[in-house]
């Protein structure tokens, strides 16, 4: 259940706790959609600059539904694509990351949906820093509103690829989604916003049955159990079996095609053994396959596969009539790419700090 406003702030409200506060003071349904373009379309920070509201209506808010805004810490613009990362301070010590990767016609947002993470991925640089807290709905769409405010343009794409487990966030993710998808918010097509999940079974069985036509990616990385689960110990308790079966389900019941991502390790999950099971995993199974050429966490383990590898495991997954693609990672050189964010508070070279 979502948060009460008086506990969390009105950035915790869903659509209908926006409209149940508005009704709550006494007002017409239709500032509901008045105060939501406010708090996410135009992304003010307090309730003065509301100005078509009444002033009964805005001292309500302020008395019942305190509201905050993050603050844009630090900026790093890479000098290969011009994707951006930004670091966000959300308060009371906190901080979180997002990223902002333009193309010609698109202006995709990658947003985190938790302050760290839990099922600690070994290859995953949120994973290696722990959790600290959920983030609220109107905390992500923020990210998204930042970002694309940043670039001085609309977002297009939003992608909870960020830091956290979105399914482990449930009610606030799909909260901030359909926040996203609403007119009275960015306006984001729902086919153009997609969750990744490490494949909670639970999640995506709720997700099968949302009326909206989100997109769906499940993180797998191994078709091989014992693989998988030293490399996400988190969904050891998520067999692959079940997972295959539940991604039937998915399909079946919503009619949608999901991505299967897969990070690519030298040694560890592209050789011959591992491309054989992803191919069993994934024949007869109506999916996309991502393959992501994996990407350098400090410390980390792990080293990305070469590019003759990756060619070759493409080649053979189209061979087997598997649609794939290999992902244009981009964003690496500021840390910005699949695995690489953290949400730490650090100086480094080539942060931008901003001016206070």
């Given amino acids: 259940m979502t948060p009460s406003a008086e506990e969390s702030g009105i950035k915790a409200l869903d659509l209908d706790g926006l409209k149940r506060l508005v009704r709550a003071a006494k007002h017409e349904d239709y500032r509901s959609q008045q105060l939501t373009e406010w708090l996410y379309q135009h992304a003010v920070s307090s309730y003065d600059e509301m100005g078509n509201l009444p002033k009964s209506l805005r001292e309500f808010l302020k008395a019942h539904a305190p509201l905050s805004a993050p603050k844009l810490i630090s900026r790093q613009i890479s000098s290969a694509d011009g994707t951006r990362k930004y670091l966000f301070a959300l308060g009371a010590g906190a901080f979180v990351e997002s990223v902002g990767l333009p193309s010609k016609d698109r202006l995709t947002v990658c947003f985190s949906t938790q302050i760290g993470c839990r099922l600690g991925c070994t290859f995953c640089a949120t994973g290696l820093h722990g959790f600290v807290r959920d983030l609220l709905p109107g905390e992500m769409v923020d990210q998204v509103n930042l970002v694309a405010r940043d670039f001085r343009s609309r977002a297009t794409n939003a992608v909870a690829m960020g830091q956290g487990e979105p399914f482990a966030n ?83 019941v919503s009619g949608r095609r999901p991505t299967l991502e897969f990070a690519l390790l030298q ?90």
């Avoid at 918010?185 to 969750?195: F, N, S």
């Avoid at 490490?198 to 159990?225: D, M, N, W, Y």
């Avoid at 490399?231 to 389900?249: D, F, H, I, K, W």
């Avoid at 290999?326 to 650090?346: F, M, N, P, S, Y």
């Fill in 170 to 252: 449930y009610a606030h993710t799909m909260a901030a989604l359909r926040i996203l998808n609403s007119p009275a918010g960015p306006g984001i097509g729902a086919r153009h916003i997609t969750v990744s999940t490490c494949g909670l079974l639970e999640g995506i069985r709720k997700f099968a049955k949302e009326p909206e036509q989100f997109t769906l990616a499940v993180s797998l990385h191994s078709a091989v159990q014992s693989t998988r689960n030293r490399l996400m110990p988190g969904v050891r308790n998520q067999p692959l079996l079940a997972l295959r079966s539940e991604l039937t389900n998915y399909i079946a």
């Fill in 267 to 356: 040694g560890v999950n592209d050789t011959t053994y591992e491309l054989e099971s992803l191919i069993d995993f994934s024949t007869e199974l109506a999916c996309h396959i991502n393959l992501i050429p994996a990407n350098p966490v400090p410390g980390g383990p792990y080293r990305p596969s070469p590019g003759n590898r990756v060619s070759a495991i493409e080649s053979a997954l189209k061979k087997a009539g598997i649609q794939v693609s290999v992902r244009t990672e981009r964003g690496a050189d500021i840390d910005a790419a699949c695995g690489q964010l953290k949400g730490q508070h650090e100086t480094r070279p080539h942060h931008r700090r901003l001016p206070e």
